[in-house]
């Protein structure tokens, strides 16, 4: 046992304190309240650990009826091939909840225990990004021959054909998931679907300076395209 080194004085509601010494009549085990305290952080800080995933009593019975459910289903399934990978799914479920083996779940699971979530800054960055793009690649679609050798004349080989490349696979990946999702997933920003979004090369530092530009003239764009000149004062960040 850990020894206990540190001094903590807490102060308890009288209502707090009742839940804590049903709790601890319920353990079936004699220990003091302080133990009682201390064994209920552990459980708390655990809890919100990824080491420590684990489901209450209600948890695990809701989860349990649902596998039960799940595999009604399955059995009713054309598919065997595929029916027996999901039952494998199911019932190590299960045995993970018979067990108490939820670590497994973090092995076998491993693209369902994460803890990854998109950064809100990183989201409005893509959306900023895809949204300039956008409008860039629909005005040069529509330009005159005369002014897209211009705009090459002035950018140099990033005026020739400009399109949007994507962001760095190796070091800009959160990114480009994001362009993923977006595109892929939820249909926004149709215009680039199909697009493998990977830039080979980092794009995002380049992209947010032409974002944080284009943000200056979208409020005069109803009704109209970028022009010529605007195209070219954004590419020169590219």
Same mark, same amino acid.
């Given at each position: 046992?850990?020894?206990?080194?540190?001094?903590?004085?807490?102060?308890?509601?009288?209502?707090?304190?009742?839940?804590?010494?049903?709790?601890?009549?319920?353990?079936?085990?004699?220990?003091?309240?302080?133990?009682?305290?201390?064994?209920?952080?552990?459980?708390?800080?655990?809890a919100?650990?990824?080491?420590?995933?684990?489901?209450?009593?209600?948890?695990?019975?809701?989860?349990?009826?649902?596998?039960?459910?799940?595999?009604?289903?399955?059995?009713?399934g054309?598919?065997?091939?595929?029916?027996?990978?999901?039952?494998?799914?199911?019932?190590?479920?299960?045995?993970?909840?018979?067990?108490?083996?939820?670590?497994?779940?973090d092995?076998?699971?491993?693209?369902?225990?994460?803890?990854?979530?998109?950064?809100p800054?990183?989201?409005?960055?893509?959306?900023?990004?895809?949204?300039?793009?956008?409008?860039?690649?629909?005005?040069?679609?529509?330009?005159?021959?005369?002014?897209?050798?211009?705009?090459?004349?002035? =950018?140099?080989?990033? @005026?020739?054909?400009?399109? +949007? *490349? #994507?962001? /760095?696979? %190796?070091?800009? !990946?959160?990114?480009?998931?994001?362009?993923h999702?977006? =595109?892929?997933?939820? @249909?926004?920003?149709?215009? +680039? *679907? #199909?697009? /493998?979004? %990977?830039?080979? !090369?980092?794009?995002?530092?380049?992209?947010?300076?032409?974002?944080?530009?284009?943000?200056?003239?979208?409020?005069?764009?109803?009704?109209r395209?970028?022009?010529?000149?605007?195209?070219?004062q954004?590419?020169?960040?590219?």
């Amino acid at each position: 046992m850990t020894p206990k080194t540190e001094r903590f004085e807490l102060r308890l509601d009288a209502d707090t304190i009742e839940r804590v010494d049903q709790w601890r009549g319920s353990q079936g085990d004699t220990f003091s309240r302080s133990e009682a305290v201390r064994r209920l952080i552990d459980r708390g800080l655990d809890a919100h650990t990824p080491e420590g995933f684990r489901l209450n009593k209600s948890e695990r019975l809701m989860t349990w009826l649902l596998t039960e459910i799940l595999k009604n289903q399955i059995n009713a399934g054309k598919d065997k091939q595929d029916s027996k990978y999901e039952m494998k799914k199911v019932e190590l479920i299960q045995e993970v909840i018979y067990g108490g083996h939820f670590w497994a779940l973090d092995w076998e699971l491993s693209g369902v225990m994460h803890n990854e979530v998109d950064d809100p800054k990183a989201l409005r960055t893509v959306v900023d990004v895809l949204d300039t793009w956008t409008f860039i690649e629909r005005a040069y679609a529509g330009f005159s021959n005369d002014d897209k050798k211009r705009i090459e004349e002035e =950018v140099g080989f990033r @005026g020739k054909n400009p399109r +949007f *490349k #994507g962001f /760095d696979g %190796n070091n800009e !990946t959160d990114y480009m998931g994001i362009a993923h999702f977006l =595109v892929d997933q939820l @249909g926004r920003f149709e215009n +680039f *679907k #199909g697009r /493998d979004f %990977n830039s080979h !090369t980092p794009t995002v530092a380049r992209y947010s300076q032409m974002a944080a530009i284009f943000s200056t003239m979208r409020s005069s764009l109803l009704g109209r395209e970028l022009s010529p000149n605007e195209i070219i004062q954004l590419l020169k960040f590219d």
